[in-house]
């Protein structure tokens, strides 16, 4: 059985950005494990609401346990955030008056070999959050041509070595398929020289994860029904951890900026010195807050 270990990234921030209150309805678009939703039901009580959205199953199943004992307070619902309006009305919840998407993976998600997302530890090449989607990182690193895997990397993975890092790939799975993490990394490692602390194969996981969970595509689909869910003065509150992400929050953000929204956070949010020592999956995060006007 999973443990609860959870830590959740900003809670202090968030918290203070939504400004929890009782008698209101929440919603936390990627409930991870559930720690910033344990934590907007206590401020909640006795009668606030949360519906806790996620697809990934294991996950989902740890978030259930740790929010039990809120009981009929808290909905979990396996779902992508993009879903959300359809997982309301089902669940009789809503308008919301404050939504949270922390759009890193979760730190189970690394210790996890068996899931594919981190070349710490050797896995099979999977990365997906939902098991029963039939894409995974083996699918597009074994079958997509040189060109798409070069694009891929240079889009997601943000990767200045993405031409020579996808020849490498095509070139060695001519030899055998690249079914697992650590064979994945050491391709990787052949054409590009480590350089600090960082390891030469972070971007190129990065992008196959994107593309695996389509999650710049679920992100671009999912905000503006968000925002149609929020209550007048709701507020939508965004963690993202790498560039891209953040720059399509900045975005919608301003697109929205005086018409359906009110940018709260010029510039955003990021971790104090002390939860980033404490927490090193905090030093890349970035929180993002609007409120509907």
Same mark, same amino acid.
């Not at 606030?48 to 929010?67: K, Q, S, T, W, Y």
């Not at 398929?177 to 994945?184: A, D, K, M, N, Q």
């Given at each position: 059985?999973?443990?609860?270990?959870?830590?959740?990234?900003?809670?202090?921030?968030?918290?203070?950005?939504?400004?929890?209150?009782?008698?209101?309805?929440?919603?936390?678009?990627?409930?991870?494990?559930?720690?910033?939703?344990?934590?907007?039901?206590?401020?909640?009580?006795?009668?606030?609401?949360?519906?806790?959205?996620?697809?990934?199953?294991?996950?989902?199943?740890?978030?259930?346990?740790?929010?039990?004992?809120?009981?009929?307070?808290?909905?979990?619902?396996?779902?992508?955030? /993009?879903?959300?309006?359809?997982?309301?009305?089902?669940?009789?919840?809503?308008?919301?008056?404050?939504?949270?998407?922390?759009?890193?993976?979760?730190?189970?998600?690394?210790?996890?070999?068996?899931?594919?997302?981190?070349?710490?530890?050797?896995?099979?090449?999977?990365?997906?959050?939902?098991?029963?989607?039939?894409?995974?990182?083996?699918?597009?690193?074994?079958?997509?041509?040189?060109?798409?895997?070069?694009?891929?990397?240079?889009?997601?993975?943000?990767?200045?070595?993405?031409? /020579?890092?996808?020849?490498?790939?095509?070139?060695?799975?001519?030899?055998?398929?690249?079914?697992?993490?650590?064979?994945?990394?050491?391709?990787?490692?052949?054409?590009?020289?480590?350089?600090?602390?960082?390891?030469?194969?972070?971007?190129?996981?990065?992008?196959?994860?994107?593309?695996?969970?389509?999650?710049?595509?679920?992100?671009?689909?999912?905000?503006?029904?968000?925002?149609?869910?929020?209550?007048?003065?709701?507020?939508?509150?965004?963690?993202?951890?790498?560039?891209?992400?953040?720059?399509?929050?900045?975005?919608?953000?301003?697109?929205?900026?005086?018409?359906?929204?009110?940018?709260?956070?010029?510039?955003?949010?990021?971790?104090?010195?002390?939860?980033?020592?404490?927490?090193?999956?905090?030093?890349?995060?970035?929180?993002?807050?609007?409120?509907?006007?």
């Amino acid at each position: 059985m999973a443990q609860i270990v959870h830590v959740p990234v900003m809670l202090k921030e968030v918290l203070e950005a939504l400004d929890p209150r009782p008698g209101q309805d929440y919603l936390d678009g990627t409930v991870g494990q559930g720690g910033h939703s344990e934590a907007i039901l206590k401020r909640t009580a006795p009668d606030g609401r949360l519906l806790a959205i996620d697809r990934d199953p294991r996950n989902l199943e740890v978030a259930a346990r740790r929010l039990s004992p809120f009981g009929d307070r808290v909905m979990t619902v396996r779902a992508s955030f /993009r879903d959300a309006a359809e997982v309301a009305r089902n669940a009789l919840v809503g308008p919301f008056a404050g939504i949270l998407l922390d759009l890193g993976f979760s730190s189970a998600h690394v210790e996890d070999a068996s899931r594919g997302f981190s070349f710490q530890q050797d896995g099979p090449l999977d990365m997906r959050y939902d098991p029963s989607q039939e894409l995974t990182a083996a699918v597009i690193v074994n079958g997509w041509k040189e060109e798409e895997l070069a694009k891929l990397l240079r889009l997601y993975g943000e990767e200045p070595h993405a031409r /020579r890092i996808a020849e490498a790939i095509v070139d060695a799975r001519r030899e055998a398929r690249i079914v697992t993490t650590g064979h994945l990394a050491e391709v990787v490692e052949l054409v590009v020289r480590r350089t600090g602390r960082t390891h030469p194969a972070t971007r190129t996981f990065q992008a196959l994860r994107i593309a695996v969970n389509d999650e710049l595509g679920e992100l671009e689909r999912a905000l503006p029904s968000l925002v149609s869910l929020l209550a007048p003065g709701g507020r939508l509150a965004v963690i993202s951890f790498h560039s891209l992400e953040d720059r399509f929050v900045k975005r919608f953000f301003k697109d929205q900026d005086g018409e359906t929204l009110k940018i709260l956070t010029k510039r955003p949010l990021t971790a104090s010195p002390e939860e980033a020592k404490l927490n090193p999956r905090a030093r890349s995060a970035k929180l993002r807050v609007a409120e509907r006007t």
